[in-house]
Nanobody, 125 residues
Framework: QVQLVESGGGLVQAGGSLRLSCAAS????????MGWFRQAPGKERRFVAA????????YYGDFVEGRFTISRDIAKNTVYLQMNSLKPEDTAVYYC??????????????????WGQGTQVTVSS
């Protein structure tokens, strides 16, 4: 089992930036990819971004539109989400997750094996 701990959320004005971090504890040898999802009140959890651990292939949700950047630090066992030009509609709880299956579809929640507890991001207008 891997422990995932998100940090970096908070309150920011529209147009501002935040950098989320997700620190993973435990082994990585079976890790295929890491993803970020978000969930607003009353809505389903939605894919934001993902990165494959070994080769660094990157994927984004279509709403990101170049505003967010996912990255990883293998030595620190950490994945980041840099969020710029934030909008009020970006308000949500942001979760990171780990996928271990080599055929995992990193866009879908059901292909992830472990989840963090989430960090709240609130963007005021």
């Amino acid at each position: 089992q891997v422990q995932l701990v998100e940090s970096g959320g908070g309150l920011v004005q529209a147009g501002g930036s935040l950098r989320l971090s997700c620190a993973a504890s435990g082994r990585t040898f079976r890790r295929y990819g890491m993803g970020w999802f978000r969930q607003a009140p009353g809505k389903e959890r939605r894919f934001v971004a993902a990165i494959t651990w070994t080769y660094g292939a990157i994927y984004y949700g279509d709403f990101v539109e170049g505003r967010f950047t996912i990255s990883r630090d293998i030595a620190k066992n950490t994945v980041y989400l840099q969020m710029n030009s934030l909008k009020p509609e970006d308000t949500a709880v942001y979760y990171c997750a780990e996928a271990r299956g080599l055929s995992a579809n990193l866009y879908v929640t059901t292909d992830y094996d472990d989840w963090g507890q989430g960090t709240q991001v609130t963007v005021s207008s």
